[in-house]
């Protein structure tokens, strides 16, 4: 029976799980981002304890490859790694945007009765400050349609292939494009963080077709490079010095 310990790290939600055989048997969450750095571990170590398990009893650890936060992708991927670097198991990273996009299938058959006949797009969004977002577009089987890009939402964004197909908006970025995008081919589903669990049939299928990463030299994709703000005060302090 294959076991895959599932990390998702890139976003508010600190989401850890256990899946057996593309079953869900553990979850632990906790959505504040602050919380990355003390909770990760402890979550990990309870769902082991809770199995009866052992980091050499899993097949494989799965991590989300972002994009994301900087520090929330960066905490994920050294605990993945360390895992599996230590009990000797693989190492899968898995897109975060597709699994989001896996996480939302009980909303798609309802939508696509909808569509009037239009094709139905998936677009998750995740939340890149302001208003722009990390965003790609799939269809309902999960193929990629759009690259994934970060964009700078306005009333013009997707509007072409609004005219041609029905899309649906989701995930911690799409709350506050309602009122930009404008159309009444976009629908907007409420309240879809990223979450383990939403990576679990892309994990096994991975698992089985040994689409590993490299221990060493993976790392997360962070779309865009990582930019340190220092604290307004000490700014002035340093200027009036």
Same mark, same amino acid.
């Given at each position: 029976?294959?076991?895959?310990?599932?990390?998702?790290?890139?976003?508010?939600?600190?989401?850890?799980?256990?899946?057996?055989?593309?079953?869900?048997?553990?979850?632990?969450?906790?959505?504040?981002?602050?919380?990355?750095?003390?909770?990760?571990?402890?979550?990990?170590?309870?769902?082991?304890?809770?199995?009866?398990?052992?980091?050499?009893?899993?097949?494989?650890?799965?991590?989300?490859?972002?994009?994301?936060?900087?520090?929330?992708?960066?905490?994920?991927?050294?605990?993945?790694?360390?895992?599996?670097?230590?009990?000797?198991?693989?190492?899968?990273?898995?897109?975060?945007?597709?699994?989001?996009?896996?996480?939302?299938?009980?909303?798609?058959?309802? @939508? %696509?009765?909808?569509?009037?006949?239009?094709?139905?797009?998936?677009?998750?969004?995740?939340? @890149?400050?302001?208003?722009?977002?990390?965003? @790609?577009?799939?269809?309902?089987?999960?193929?990629?349609?759009? @690259?994934?890009?970060?964009?700078?939402?306005?009333?013009?964004?997707?509007?072409?292939?609004?005219?041609?197909?029905?899309?649906?908006?989701?995930?911690?970025?799409?709350?506050?494009?309602?009122?930009?995008?404008?159309?009444?081919?976009?629908?907007?589903?409420?309240?879809?963080?990223?979450?383990?669990?939403?990576?679990?049939?892309?994990? /096994?299928?991975?698992?089985?077709?040994?689409?590993?990463?490299?221990?060493?030299? /993976?790392?997360?994709?962070?779309?865009?490079?990582?930019?340190?703000?220092?604290?307004?005060? %000490?700014?002035?302090?340093?200027?009036?010095?």
């Amino acid at each position: 029976m294959a076991t895959i310990l599932l990390i998702e790290s890139g976003g508010n939600v600190c989401s850890v799980a256990l899946a057996r055989n593309n079953e869900l048997i553990g979850i632990r969450e906790e959505n504040d981002p602050k919380s990355h750095a003390t909770r990760l571990t402890v979550f990990i170590q309870e769902l082991l304890n809770e199995q009866g398990l052992t980091a050499t009893e899993l097949s494989a650890v799965a991590v989300g490859r972002g994009p994301g936060s900087y520090t929330g992708l960066r905490i994920g991927v050294s605990a993945a790694k360390g895992i599996c670097y230590a009990a000797g198991i693989p190492l899968i990273a898995i897109d975060s945007l597709q699994a989001l996009a896996s996480g939302i299938t009980n909303f798609t058959t309802h @939508a %696509k009765s909808t569509t009037n006949q239009k094709p139905l797009l998936l677009c998750p969004m995740i939340d @890149a400050r302001r208003m722009e977002v990390y965003s @790609a577009l799939y269809d309902v089987e999960l193929n990629k349609k759009a @690259a994934v890009e970060a964009l700078i939402i306005d009333s013009n964004s997707f509007k072409e292939t609004l005219e041609n197909s029905t899309i649906l908006f989701f995930g911690s970025g799409a709350d506050k494009c309602k009122k930009v995008i404008v159309s009444p081919q976009a629908r907007f589903i409420e309240a879809i963080e990223p979450s383990a669990r939403f990576m679990i049939p892309l994990a /096994f299928k991975a698992l089985n077709n040994e689409d590993f990463e490299n221990i060493a030299y /993976f790392e997360p994709y962070y779309l865009k490079d990582f930019v340190a703000i220092k604290a307004k005060n %000490k700014v002035l302090r340093h200027a009036s010095e």
